[in-house]
């Protein structure tokens, strides 16, 4: 992957609030994973916050209404307002992907794959990957074809943990309400536990929780950290020369 010139005047477009804090993690990751020294240095985004969407996993397991019209009209209108691509932080709004890509004229990002690429980067030779993620990205099968796609194995949680997986994301993060930092450990013990050589975040409030935790480990693989440098390197930025920031 390498960085484009940048263009001033067309700005990458950011599909967020898929949840709001999410978002603004994510900005602040693109903004710290930037290699820059002065403000013009940093890269030019379009913000559109739309937390109303209906609720991903909600919607795959039949409690509401899709997400995909608004998903798709975010993208046109991004579009339109001048981005020249479009960042999605949102693991399960990837299930939507190719009807976003097919209303518009400009690239959408793919924050799965760009995951499972760099789980390859930070474990070379890696065979088996972890994820944890919501219930609706795991039965949507997205890191499942992007795994394979990559010739890698995926592990996923056991029933009970990943009912766990669900209660640190709805009830914890996305509640407000603060998450041991043993629960997270025990659900990546438990996946290692099973084989994986390293665990990717497949939801943006797990990356969220990282943050606030203050985790340091090249084997847990961020889905934010991945897209926003995606994102700098789309938009024209530099990356920082350290992975961690």
């Known amino acids: ?13 950011v599909a967020g609030g898929l949840g709001p804090v999410a978002t603004v993690h ?46 798709v009209a975010d993208a046109v209108a991004l579009e339109r ?9 949102c693991n399960t709004a990837i299930v939507w ?6 209303a518009v004229g400009i690239e959408v990002l793919d924050i799965v794959a760009e995951t499972v690429a760099a789980a390859r980067e930070a474990v ?19 890191y499942a074809r992007a ?22 994301i709805y009830d914890g993060v996305k509640a407000g309400r603060p998450v041991p930092r043993g629960d997270f450990d025990r659900l990546v013990e438990h996946l290692r536990g099973k084989g994986a050589q390293a665990v990717a975040l497949g939801c943006t409030e797990l990356s969220v929780l990282r943050g ?26 530099r990356l920082r020369e350290s992975r961690r920031v």
């Open 26 to 71: 994510f900005l602040r990751r693109v903004v710290e994973l930037t290699d820059a020294r002065r403000d013009q240095d940093h890269v030019d985004l379009l913000v559109w916050q739309h937390g109303s969407i209906p609720d991903r996993t909600g919607f795959l397991r039949g409690e509401n209404e899709s997400p995909e019209p608004a998903l």
């Open 97 to 102: 992907v190719e009807p976003m890509r097919a």
């Open 1 to 13: 992957m390498t960085a484009a010139d940048p263009v001033h005047g067309q700005p990458g477009g």
């Open 147 to 168: 795994a394979e796609r990559a010739g890698l194995e995926l592990v996923v949680p056991d029933d009970a943990d990943q009912r766990a997986v669900m209660a640190v």
């Open 212 to 237: 606030d935790l203050g985790i340091e480990d090249e084997t847990i693989v961020d889905s934010l950290d991945s897209l926003a440098r995606a994102t700098i390197l789309r938009a024209g930025g």
């Open 124 to 142: 070379p030779g890696i065979t088996r990957l972890g994820v944890l993620a919501t219930d609706g990205t795991l039965a949507a099968g997205t």
């Open 81 to 89: 307002a001048g981005a020249r691509f479009v960042a999605v932080p």
